[in-house]
């Protein structure tokens, strides 16, 4: 079964780091885009940065550039997602995503896999 796992979430203070990590279950993962979207309390599912297969194409939403970084290590079939400076409006559940192609979609809609997510709170 297709399944992607989200893991690192948690508690830390305003300018703290967090490094989420997303496992998959399927190797062909491996030939498609992976993207992380995060979704805080009343707000809508909001992109954060997603990753093409070579990871040589990235794209961030602006609010955490510079700050967030992705990557993915293709043998260990795990999309990471590096958090420094963290802010208390990053606080959210951080989704991870797979599309079944290999593109640096920004869109919730273009991903078709989605593991259940992980929370991160930042405090002040």
């Known amino acids: 079964q297709v399944q992607l796992v989200e893991s690192g979430g948690g508690l830390v203070q305003a300018g703290g780091s967090l490094r989420l990590s997303c496992e998959t279950s399927?190797?062909?993962?491996?030939?498609?885009?992976m993207g992380w979207f995060r979704q805080a309390p009343g707000k809508e599912r909001e992109f954060v940065a997603t990753?093409?297969?070579?990871?040589?194409?990235?794209l961030y939403t602006d609010s955490v550039k510079g700050r967030f970084t992705i990557s993915r290590d293709n043998l260990k079939n795990t999309v990471y997602l590096q958090m420094n400076s963290l802010k208390p409006e990053d606080t959210a559940v951080y989704y991870c995503?797979?599309?079944?192609?290999?593109?640096?979609?920004?869109?919730?809609?273009?991903?078709?896999?989605w593991g259940q997510g992980t929370q991160v709170t930042v405090s002040s």
């Open positions: 995503a797979a599309d079944r192609w290999d593109r640096p979609s920004t869109r919730a809609s273009d991903y078709n896999y």
């Open positions: 399927e190797r062909t993962f491996n030939n498609c885009a």
């Open positions: 990753i093409t297969r070579s990871s040589i194409s990235t």
